[in-house]
C-alpha cells in the first residue's frame, strides 16, 4: 500500500488549503483514513479520521475549521483546512489503517505565515 499526500504550502493566516491523499495497492474495503501532524519539536499528532461510513473524528484544536472527507471509490481523502493559523504550520501525514496494518503518507508540509 502507498499513499501520496499534496495541497500543501504556504498560506497566509485566515486561508485556506486543502490536502489530498491517494491510496493504492491492496486497499480494503474497510478501513480509516485520516490526517496526523507534526510541528517543529513535538509529537505526531491526530488532526481528523473518517471511515468509509463517513463517520470522522476531529481535534478540538481544529474544530470549526477543518473538515475532512473520503471518496471511497478513488481511495482517496481529504483535509480542507479553512481560517488557517500560524499554529497550524507543520508537516501533514496521511495515514490508512486496515485490518491489522497501518500506513504512511510521506508528508506534506503546511506553513502558515504573513
Known amino acids: 500500500v502507498q499513499l501520496q499526500a499534496s495541497g500543501g504550502g504556504l498560506v497566509q493566516p485566515g486561508g485556506s488549503l486543502r490536502l489530498s491523499c491517494v491510496a493504492s495497492g491492496n486497499i480494503f474495503s474497510v478501513n480509516v483514513m485520516a490526517w496526523y501532524r507534526q510541528a517543529p519539536g513535538k509529537q505526531r499528532a491526530l488532526v481528523a479520521a473518517?471511515?468509509?461510513?463517513?463517520?470522522?473524528t476531529i481535534v478540538d484544536a481544529v474544530k470549526g475549521r477543518f473538515t475532512i472527507s473520503r471518496n471511497n471509490a478513488k481511495n482517496t481523502v481529504y483535509l480542507q483546512m479553512n481560517n488557517l493559523k500560524p499554529e497550524d504550520t507543520a508537516v501533514y501525514f496521511c495515514?490508512?489503517?486496515?485490518?491489522?496494518?497501518?500506513?504512511w503518507g510521506q508528508g506534506t508540509q503546511v506553513t502558515v505565515s504573513s
Open positions: 473518517v471511515d468509509p461510513d463517513g463517520r470522522m
Open positions: 495515514h490508512l489503517a486496515q485490518r491489522t496494518e497501518t500506513y
